[in-house]
Structure formats: C-alpha cells, structure tokens
T-cell receptor, first 112, second 109 residues
Framework: DAGITQSPRHKVTETGTPVTLRCHQT?????MYWYRQDPGHGLRLIHYSYGVKDTDKGEVSDGYSVSRSKTEDFLLTLESATSSQTSVYFC???????????FGPGTRLTVL | GIQVEQSPPDLILQEGANSTLRCNFS?????LQWFHQNPWGQLINLFY???GTKQNGRLSATTVATERYSLLYISSSQTTDSGVYFC???????????FGKGTTLSVSS
C-alpha cells in the first residue's frame, strides 16, 4: 500500500471558521492532489502540486488554497468554511503526471 | 465531451457468482484505472490498465483502447467484494483523473 496518511480523519466545524487538512506521504512522489467526493458528482480535483512550492488549480478550486513546503506534505486550507464544503476529501499521489494515482484514506468534513 | 461511463449502475450477486463491469470512455480519456471503494470509504487501487489484460487473483481487467472500453471481471465473488467500483482516466494527458459514476456491487452470503 502507498504510504499516504491524512489528518484529521473526521472533523466537524462551523461556518466561517478556517480549516486545514493535511496529507503526508512517505513515497517521495513528486505529484500530490486534493479531490473532493460528493454524491452525484463523484471525485473532482480541487488543487494539485507538481513539486515543492509548485501548485495549480483544479476543477473546483474556489474557496480553497493549498501549500507544499516539503515534498512529503500537502496542505489544503478552507479559509472560511461553508456548508457547501461539507464533503469527503481525498489526497492522492503519483510519481509522474499522467500516471497511476494512489489515494489516501480520506477526511470526512462536516461544516454546520 | 469528456465521458467516462460505467455499467451497470448497480449489481446484486450471491456469493460465488461471477460478474463483469464495463467502462466506456471518450476519445480524450486515456490511461484507465480501476478502483474499489469499500464500505468504509477507502479507495483501493485494483488495476492501472491503459491497454491489454491484467490479472490479480480473482480479479482481472481488460482495456481495448482502440475501441474505448475497459472491462473488470470478478470471479467467485465474496461478501468482501461489496462496495463501489470506479473506473477513471486522464483527460488529454492532464493531471486530474476523470471518474465514472461507479457500479455499486452487493454480494450476499
């Protein structure tokens, strides 16, 4: 199994509060991704990173920011959480782009 | 448009039965992967299969890229096979995986 951990695994927060989710990998892969999974929409890409300090937007990036200061860590921040951001968030990694991606265990976020 | 379509949407089996899940994908989608999302929500990689056939125990997959489809075969199904099976591919050599809506499999003993 790919060495990917996500923290926290579950979080309940209130509208308007900041939230940071962490993805940590032990594979030294260059590419890291954040997806969200919602009923009826499947998994959609939020942001991705192609190296330390190198990030770009995905399909559903509004309301989210990311940072990657170390190869092994990719942080997803909701600056001011809204109820529409209630979802399951998955981190993924891959050694090169356009290649097999491996997913972490997910974080279930509920915004009240 | 960008399409990854899976069939059937739902499948109910008795333990021991065989099944075939299908994934059709559009011209701009490549490098197919199959995943199993178990009842606890984990996404487990089954196959990375841009083309050809691969086997892993009771599971096998075939992708015919020229005809834009992939098949996942599950033989002698077990209750632990229950969950949602997704296929996903890359759009035009891009970064994001485009997922199908999944096939929900229920295996009863």
């Amino acid at each position: 199994d790919a060495g990917i951990t996500q923290s926290p695994r579950h979080k309940v927060t209130e509208t308007g509060t900041p939230v940071t989710l962490r993805c940590h990998q032990t594979e030294n892969h260059r590419y890291m991704y954040w997806y969200r999974q919602d009923p009826g929409h499947g998994l959609r890409l939020i942001h991705y990173s192609y190296g330390v300090k190198d990030t770009d937007k995905g399909e559903v990036s509004d309301g989210y920011s990311v940072s990657r200061s170390k190869t092994e860590d990719f942080l997803l921040t909701l600056e001011s959480a809204t109820s529409s951001q209630t979802s399951v968030y998955f981190c993924a990694i891959s050694p090169i782009t356009y290649n097999e991606q491996f997913f972490g265990p997910g974080t279930r976020l509920t915004v009240l | 448009g960008i399409q990854v379509e899976q069939s059937p949407p739902d499948l109910i089996l008795q333990e021991g039965a065989n099944s075939t899940l299908r994934c059709n994908f559009s011209d701009s989608v490549n490098n197919l992967q199959w995943f199993h999302q178990n009842p606890w929500g984990q996404l487990i990689n089954l196959f990375y299969i841009p083309s050809g056939t691969k086997q892993n125990g009771r599971l096998s997959a075939t992708t015919v890229a020229t005809e834009r489809y992939s098949l996942l075969y599950i033989s002698s199904s077990q209750t632990t096979d229950s969950g949602v099976y997704f296929c996903a591919g890359h759009y035009k050599a891009g970064t994001a995986l485009i997922f199908g809506k999944g096939t929900t499999l229920s295996v009863s003993s």
